[in-house]
């Protein structure tokens, strides 16, 4: 994030994209209904009727994968209307030029035929969004989870940039963090290219400190990323070390992952359950949950702040640092780390970035108003930074990047007549290792399921509640069907919570080109009834589902 | 969801037959308004909270004077759907019973036991099968000019004084007003033309006039008749206050259970909409479902708004934020229908019709009196006079209430004193809206004040806590006390709960309630015998 | 780049000044009388009161003297005028507060045992600082008890509700969802749900945040609850970071200190005070209400190898480091070192993920370390 979640709260306009908020990140849904309820105007684009829409001013439901048609043409107004900010983008960014010849193209009418969203629709968010101040932009998977994730991306940065709504407060480019430490991983360098701090590993300068600061060589060309070092597990990969993640319900096309697996020699699993990926392995060290340990996490909003330990792990199971630390020493490593606040300290030592955090310093903020520190946090007395590119942006000149429009790797076609796309609920998180064990939530949402729109049901002699059969190229599961009008004819959405029904056993790991991160969000799928079914016990779809939700 | 859903919402419910089962759903997918926020609102409302009850006998206190306890047993025994009302604004003809939204005079038990069970059956041999039916009123024949509102003198051509009101222009109206000396008819007594130059000097253009016809006030029953008999004055008055201050649209809150009113008040809204006599001001009307709270002005405009009808704090005052957060000009029925004279005559002829206040003032007797019913007299009469006019006592004076329960209990001593504003507030009591309830010395006043105390306890909002535990508080206290129970919580502690619900309640319900209480404890002591 | 930080933008020019108890207090356009005397440390009690809501001024616990005016205002609701006098010690406001508080004890709970059970309540205490009289007897009508409902998290009881909103306001002002609703009037009012219907089959989305504004724990935790689990004044509080989205709240993990054998048990988790963290003291149902995994029994709690036979076994720590270290050694040998493949996890500390990349890349020489980074 540019900015700070405290600033939502404050924004004039929102424009929501690819983001079910209310579901995936409840906390920041109630600073956008806040600002919503302080008079503030919110955009929700989504092929689905989230409830976010309920508190927008206007409700985009473009086509799936039309993203980038939608985001040009917005582009496109905004330069033929005059509304940019020439002097911003004279000042602090290169390649408009380019940009404004592409977007040129991107006409809201012809965007209506792509996108499905009334020219006026597009013209009217355009000028709201250009010429209010304080106009932010939020987005998560609904985004990136594309073949042409990137081009989301850069076309959302490219309106950003244009209208110089950055380094302002309440405005700027704002991806949610899906994780809880998806920030934090990055920054500590558990990436193929990047060190901690986010420096390359193939700059011979950052590679040749790390060298010298852990006594040891190391390759500097950078790893292969997880969608590749998964396609290639049992192929080029024959040993994995997996802590944490069950690789096997969250990446897409499992199947193939399994083969690969079966395949590969050796594998670690390093977690405090059970799970599909530790079947496969060979060894399994029990660790521990976030309540038993000590460490920080780093929000979206690159807040540092601390986890502590409130018990101790059960049985023979320890701190994850604690088994890390174990194993490097079976492999000779002689790590002396008596405390994850030492192995923060050597973190930060060679990052510049958060070289002012420590343990202890975020521990005596805990009476403070606010808590934790959001780097750059370079020295002990730095206060932190709010929001990033305030004077001029990051290092040196926004870029522009034109795209263009591609459509997805795989849209429907005779035999998979539906777009798929999967999801999150409020209820459960990821693959619900943690969430399935809560007796409550299982009660409100225990099975998986289906949301089709009635036309498409109609069409397939399905009815509310009946057990169907989705299938792709890939695969198919057995879900329950729910008709609902939250999806739009043509469509299908499913959660992607469940073991039994696994939604990964049908999506398309084709990946972005530049992230390899998987289209997650659309795929071609058809739907066969398999038998009838009855309303079931506990299925809560979430409160803005069905026939009969407001309109 | 836009203002008007949300205001359609009690509406709606009560065309559903009030919150049964399912109804907050469909509402709420009809209208976009929360279901619960329905749910909050449908449960305020006693019309609405409780659909199964059909047959409502009244049982303030001067219903109860007038059988309201056997007609109620009647009807329980007859094993009709019933349930006690709090007041239906038919005092002098007690006791008053609703039958759905139409209320009855005089029912007696022997009409509960013609209907032989039969809610729907259910008629008054005082008024049988009437759909129209009026008070007593009087003087029966004044000479012209002699009375702000003349009751008896039947109803006008219209716009003769809207047509005068526009000749004189806003300014000059206001000053008429002011010249007047016009208070507030409602309880208050606030001068009007300060309220009137309030919302006519706001920025914001887009105003809102509303009359305040939810006469709730156990003893008072004056708008009732004004709308029955002089529904011409009322329009006409609001269309020049409407006109005076800048506003298009007159909003009309009636009380629900004055179905008659409403159908004579909605037949010349619509010989005015037909005839345009009045321009482009417009009428909505709008009917209230039982609580007698929405007669607090913001507490109307809540309701009106369609929620619970819970008063607002002031500030901000309903002449700078009022309906939907505009100014607003909102004044009680019989105000306003000052208002057409005034400009007629002059605000100078108004001022003199009354003795120690301004203008002449509709005083409503109920009680042990002859003939109870609304008496309009220069402001300023005396007890004595009043019920001179109402055909005199029945029995010994004992006591009584100058401006209905609000007003708490005044003894026979004072049956001299100037019925008006600051007289009776020097007292320790108020006009209020003029309810003026005898008692006479069959009528124990500790039994008099657990009643009106029960009335507030029944009719509190609930929003704030001093009158919410404060009302029950007292009212079970006056009940233990008078079961001779000794325990803790008795009267030893109500002059602490009475000061705490006068300084800490948000409105004037709750400020008010203990008087009843307090003011019986006062004057009569003796009707408080310890351990009896 | 000029890096602003969060006390320059939050600074506002104070102008103007009120005077509290002889003691001038500057405050800033649209400040209340208790926001200014907040700051000055002036105490003001309130119950209705929540810095994220609009203020209701319906508890009345607040009431204060302004010079020059005749009743007494709720300084939650009053906004500071210039020059104006407040008074919070008189009298007259010593009286209000023993007076409303006694009032409000006649229709509560007075045993702490009984009124306690989960939250901490925040009337006792209040009537126990300023003296309120507990003699004014207990009311005899009892309010409508509640049908249990089925919902896994949010219990209410009735007795114990002061009416005061804060939850019905929370659900609408902040989650904006509007399940629950004051339903009712006077003395009967309560918090209800349409129809009476259980929260699973509202619009709910089981925030907990009427749980966590209830001031005297009216809406609770029923987990807690039925568990038995010790009052929350027994507990010890952790203050930690939520470890479900990206969003980072904090929250406090409440402990058992001496269940699961000496171990410590998380029985409850509560947020803290609004305006003290990113979350502003708001969580959602995943943070507030899904502990259960913490003490699930089936946890791994031994390390486990696979045998001869395929199975999986319980073995030493030592043993499986052993393993583990020769089984990735191994395959280095065999393939070279890019033949081993690091997933860290984004659900870990930054600590563990800072590990797992220097394991990867100081002791098995590769870069190919990775975490699901996809957002």
Redesign the interface.
């Known amino acids: 994030m540019t900015n700070s979640i405290g600033e939502i709260r404050n924004a004039d306009f929102l424009f929501v994209i690819g983001s079910n908020t209310s579901e995936a990140h409840p906390i920041i849904a109630m600073e956008m209904k806040r600002a919503v309820r302080r008079g503030g105007t919110m955009v929700v684009a989504d092929p689905r009727k989230i409830w976010m829409t309920t508190i927008a001013e206007k409700h985009l439901q473009l086509n799936p994968g039309s993203d980038v048609w939608l985001l040009n043409s917005i582009a496109h107004v905004i330069c033929e209307e005059g509304l940019a900010d020439e002097a911003f983008i004279r000042d602090n960014t290169e390649g408009f030029e380019q940009v404004r010849e592409t977007v040129a193209r991107y006409s809201p009418e012809e965007a209506e035929v792509h996108t499905g969203i009334p020219a006026e629709d597009i013209r009217w968010v355009a000028r709201k969004y250009a010429t209010t101040p304080k106009a932010g932009i939020y987005y998560t998977l609904g985004i990136t989870e594309h073949s042409h994730g990137t081009d989301n991306v850069y076309a959302l940065a490219n309106l950003v940039l244009m209208t110089g709504h950055l380094g302002k407060p309440s405005a700027g480019m704002n991806p949610l963090r899906g994780q809880n430490n998806v920030q934090g991983a990055n920054d500590a360098g558990a990436t193929p290219v990047f060190l901690p701090g986010y420096q390359r590993v193939d700059d011979p300068e950052a590679h040749a400190k790390y060298e010298k600061s852990w006594g040891v060589e190391f390759p500097s060309e950078p790893g292969l990323n997880l969608n590749v070092m998964m396609k290639e597990v049992g192929k080029s990969i024959k040993g994995l070390f997996v802590m944490g993640e069950d690789i096997v319900l969250s990446e897409p096309n499992c199947m193939e992952l399994e083969k690969g697996l079966n395949n590969s020699e050796f594998m670690i699993v390093q977690d405090a359950f059970m799970n599909e990926t530790a079947r496969f392995a060979d060894v399994i060290f029990p660790a521990s949950v976030f309540a038993e340990k000590e460490g920080v996490f780093t929000n979206s909003e690159r807040r540092v702040q601390r986890v502590r330990k409130a018990v101790e792990p059960p049985g023979q199971a320890r701190e994850d640092w604690r088994i890390l630390i174990d194993l490097a020493n079976a492999c000779g490593a002689g790590w002396t780390f008596e405390s994850a606040a030492a192995v923060y300290d050597e973190m930060v030592k060679d990052a510049d970035k958060f070289s002012g955090i420590s343990h202890a310093r975020l521990d005596a903020m805990v009476s403070l108003p606010k808590t934790g520190l959001q780097w750059p946090c370079p020295t002990p007395d730095h206060p932190g930074t709010t929001f990033l590119h305030e004077e001029g942006v990051l290092r040196g000149k926004g870029l522009f990047t034109a795209v263009e429009y591609r459509p997805p790797a795989e849209v429907p076609d005779e035999d998979y007549g539906l777009y798929l796309s999967t999801g999150r609920t409020l209820y459960h998180y990821n693959s619900a290792t943690q969430t399935r064990r809560e007796s409550g939530l299982d009660e409100k949402q225990s099975e998986a399921w289906i949301e089709i729109h009635p036309r498409d049901a109609r069409r397939r002699d399905i009815k509310n509640h009946d057990k169907v059969r989705v299938s792709t190229r890939r695969g198919s599961v057995e879900v329950r069907a729910l008709i609902s009008r939250q999806v739009q004819p043509g469509c299908i959405w499913m959660p992607l919570h469940f073991g039994e029904a696994r939604a990964n056993v049908v999506t398309n790991d084709a990946g972005d080109p530049v992230t390899d991160t998987a289209e997650y969000k659309v795929c071609a799928a058809e739907v066969h009834r398999i038998e009838e079914g009855t309303a079931p016990d506990g299925l809560y779809p979430g409160t803005f589902y069905g026939l009969d939700a407001p309109v | 969801m836009t203002k008007h859903d949300a205001a359609s919402v009690p509406d709606r419910l009560r065309e559903a037959g009030g919150l049964l089962?399912?109804v907050?759903?469909d509402i709420?997918?009809e209208t976009?308004v929360?279901?619960?926020?329905?749910?909050?609102v449908g449960?305020?409302y006693h019309l609405l909270?409780r659909p199964d009850a059909k047959i409502r006998v009244c049982t303030g206190l001067s219903c109860l004077m007038g059988g309201a306890q056997g007609v109620l047993d009647a009807c329980k025994d007859a094993g009709m759907p019933v349930e006690e009302a709090s007041c239906l604004a038919g005092c002098d003809v007690p006791p008053a019973v609703l039958r759905d939204r139409r209320t009855l005079p005089h029912v007696s038990v022997e009409d509960v036991q013609r209907a032989e069970g039969d809610w729907q059956r259910l008629d008054a041999a005082a008024a049988p099968g009437t759909t129209e039916w009026t008070g007593t009123v009087g003087p029966e024949s004044a000479s012209d000019g002699q009375l702000a509102i003349d009751l008896c003198a039947g109803a006008a051509p219209l716009g003769q004084a809207f047509a005068r009101a526009v000749e004189l222009g806003p300014e000059r109206i206001i000053e008429e007003i002011a010249a007047a000396g016009l208070q507030g008819r409602g309880g208050a007594g606030f001068p009007a033309h300060i309220k009137w130059n309030g919302v006519a000097g706001q920025a914001e253009t887009e105003r809102y006039f509303v009359l305040n016809a939810d006469e709730g006030e156990p003893g008072t029953f004056k708008d009732r008749e004004c709308m029955l008999r002089r529904p011409d004055l009322v329009l006409e008055g609001m269309a020049i206050a409407a006109y005076a201050v800048g506003a298009k649209d007159c909003y009309l809150y009636l009380r629900g259970e004055f179905e008659i009113p409403w159908g004579i008040v909605e037949r010349m809204i619509k010989e005015i909409d037909e005839s345009g006599v009045f321009g482009d001001i417009r009428f909505h009307m709008h009917e209230g479902n039982g609580?007698y709270i929405c007669g607090e002005e913001t507490a109307l405009l809540e309701a009106l708004e369609g929620k619970?009808g819970m008063p607002r704090?002031k500030p901000p005052y309903p002449v700078s934020e009022g309906l939907w957060r505009k100014p607003t000009l909102i004044h009680n029925v019989e105000t306003i229908a000052c208002v057409p004279g005034i400009v007629q005559r002059g605000g100078e002829w108004f001022k003199g019709l009354g003795r120690s206040e301004a203008g002449t003032k509709l005083y409503c007797v109920s009680g042990h009196v002859a003939k109870p019913g609304t008496y309009e007299l220069p402001l300023g009469a005396t007890l004595d006079e009043l019920v001179e006019v109402a055909g005199g006592y029945i029995g010994t004076l004992k006591a009584f209430s100058p401006g209905g329960a609000s007003s708490g209990f005044l003894p026979a001593e004072m049956r001299d004193k100037p019925l008006d504003f600051k007289t009776l507030s020097g007292l320790g009591s108020m006009l209020g809206s003029a309810g003026v309830v005898v008692l006479n010395d069959t009528v124990d006043l500790r039994w008099a004040a657990a009643q009106q105390l029960r009335f507030f306890?029944?009719?509190?909002?609930?929003?704030?806590?001093?009158c919410?535990?404060?009302?029950?508080?007292l009212r079970?206290?006056v009940e233990?006390h008078a079961r001779g129970a000794s325990?803790?919580?008795?009267l030893e502690?109500a002059a602490?709960?009475a000061?705490?619900m006068n300084?800490?309640?948000?409105c004037g319900l709750g400020q008010a309630a203990p008087l009843p209480l307090t003011s019986a404890l006062k004057y009569f002591p003796e009707d408080f015998p310890e351990g009896a | 780049m000029i890096e602003r930080t969060e006390h320059d933008v939050q600074a506002r020019a104070a102008i103007k000044s009120i005077d509290i108890d002889g003691h001038s207090v500057a405050f800033s356009a649209g400040e209340t009388i208790l926001e200014a005397a907040q700051r000055a440390g002036v105490e003001i009690p309130t119950l209705c009161h929540d810095p994220r809501l609009e203020p209701a001024g319906a508890c009345r616990t607040c009431l204060v003297e302004v010079e020059g005016q005749n009743r007494m205002v709720p300084a939650c609701k009053t906004p500071a005028a210039d020059g104006a006098k407040i008074l919070t010690e008189t009298e007259r406001v010593d009286r209000h507060r023993k007076t409303l508080l006694a009032l409000y004890l006649t229709d509560h709970p007075r045993d702490r045992e009984v009124a306690e059970r989960g939250a901490p309540n925040e009337l006792l205490d209040m009537a126990d600082r300023y003296g309120a009289p507990r003699n004014w007897g207990t009311m005899e009508s009892k309010r409508d008890a509640r049908d249990t409902d089925r919902n896994p998290y949010i219990h209410f009881n009735a007795d114990t509700c002061i009416a005061c909103a804060r939850c019905t306001r929370y659900c609408e002002e902040v989650e904006g969802v509007s399940a629950i609703t004051l339903a009712g009037r006077g003395a009967e009012t309560t918090i209800a749900t349409a129809d009476s219907l259980s929260l699973l089959d509202t619009t709910c989305e089981m925030c907990g945040g009427c749980v966590d504004v209830c001031p005297t724990g009216a809406m609770g935790e029923k987990m807690p609850l039925t568990r038995s689990a010790k009052p929350e004044r027994e507990l010890k509080k952790v203050r930690s970071t939520c470890n479900f989205c990206g969003v980072g709240c904090q929250l406090d993990l409440n402990v058992d200190e001496e269940a699961e054998g000496g171990n410590g048990r998380v029985v409850k988790v509560t947020s803290p005070p609004p305006g003290t963290t990113t979350n502003d003291g708001n969580l959602c149902v995943k943070g507030r209400f899904a502990y259960d995994f913490i003490h699930h029994e089936e946890r791994i709690t031994s390390p486990l190898v696979r045998n001869e036979n395929g199975d999986l076994v319980e073995t030493s720590w030592d043993n499986a480091l052993r393993v583990a270290a020769d089984g990735l050694r191994g395959v280095a040998e065999r393939h070279g070192a890019n033949a081993l493949g690091f997933v860290s996890s984004s659900r870990c500390t930054v600590e563990e993920n800072y590990l797992v990349q220097k394991l990867s890349r100081a002791v098995f020489k590769t870069n190919n370390v990775h975490q699901c980074a996809a957002t």
């Open positions: 089962e399912g907050a759903r709420a997918r976009g929360p279901e619960a926020h329905v749910w909050g449960s305020f909270s609580a619970r704090h306890e029944a009719e509190s909002c609930g929003q704030c806590a001093p919410r535990i404060g009302t029950r508080y079970e206290s233990r325990v803790d919580g008795t502690h602490d709960v000061w705490q300084e800490g309640s948000i």
